[in-house]
């Protein structure tokens, strides 16, 4: 599989196979509408962290919002991982990254 290519739960791959879209590959049009609709569903479910969006663009290209995924897997071929890798660092670094600005978080709730 492709670097930056998701597959979704090891299902098998759609027929043609996957078509991974690497970092810029959507024109800027469409991340300028997706973007928006991604922070929008962020902060409706409160979500804190992290989560991955989900989209499918339907047969006019236009995107249209799935899901939103709060709790995405720690796996190496998971969402974590693939990011690190197009972020180009290390799964280990991006993960302590992550957690420690939670930790952060939770200790100034605590003390409120």
């Known amino acids: 599989m492709p670097a930056g290519a998701h ?11 996957w078509r991974p879209a690497p970092p810029g590959a959507l024109d800027a049009t469409l991340e300028a509408e997706r973007v928006p609709r991604a922070v929008r569903a ?4 409160e979500c804190l962290d992290f989560a991955r969006d989900d989209f499918r663009l339907d047969h006019a290209g236009r995107p249209h919002f799935l899901e939103m995924n709060p709790l995405p897997t720690f796996a190496p071929d998971g969402s974590f991982g693939i990011i690190a890798e197009l972020l180009g660092r290390p799964l280990d670094d991006l993960l302590a990254e992550i957690l420690a600005e939670a930790l952060t978080r939770l200790e100034r709730t605590s003390r409120a």
Not at 42 to 45: G, I, M, Q, S, V
Request: aromatic letters at 6%.
């Open 42 to 45: 962020f902060e409706a479910r």
């Open 7 to 17: 597959a979704p739960e090891g299902r098998p791959p759609p027929p043609g196979g």
